[in-house]
């Protein structure tokens, strides 16, 4: 399995190394060979990546390799109840056809941080934007005619 190549931002090109990989560097540093060797036929840039390897060595030799683990190893969120929750509520609305604004989210994830007395969210936009990207939650906009939204909504009232 070869390793992924990323560009970041900044134009910096990072490698992503295996679960294997890992693994491998773990079997051999630091008794088998040092640090520069390792980096040098794992083609690895800076020498803060093989040290925080071995800050997690226990974890990463304990993951077996066929586990069906993503790629990255997610972090716990700070707002992981409230983040629940609301996605509960975004569920509970699609399921009665009911379209969410972004402002709907922020209010909500307010009022449920709010309940559940979480101190220092804000619900701030980044959050409401990575909350949707991790949940795959699209933004739609509704466009049409309003005069016709008009004669529809007189029919029914």
């Not at 707002?79 to 399921?95: G, M, P, Q, R, T």
Request: proline content about 1%; aromatic content about 8%.
């Amino acid at each position: 399995m070869a390793t992924k190549m990323e560009v970041n931002t900044d134009g910096r090109v990072r490698k992503r190394l295996t679960l294997k990989e890992k693994k491998e560097i773990l079997r051999l540093y630091p008794k088998q060979i040092c640090m520069n060797e390792v980096m040098r036929l794992f083609d690895i840039k800076s020498r803060t990546t093989v040290v925080r390897l071995e800050k997690k060595r226990e974890f990463f030799l304990s993951v077996q390799e066929n586990d069906k683990i993503s790629k990255k190893i997610h972090r716990k969120r700070k707002f992981e109840e409230v983040e629940e929750i609301l996605l509960d509520f975004v569920e509970e609305n699609n399921k009665r056809d009911m379209p969410i604004s972004r402002n709907d989210l922020k209010q909500e994830a307010l009022n449920i941080a709010r309940r559940l007395q979480i101190e220092g969210f804000t619900g701030s936009n980044g959050w409401i934007q990575k909350f949707m990207k991790r949940n795959d939650l699209g933004s739609i906009s509704l466009h049409g005619n309003l005069n016709y939204c008009r004669s529809l909504c007189s029919a029914y009232f």
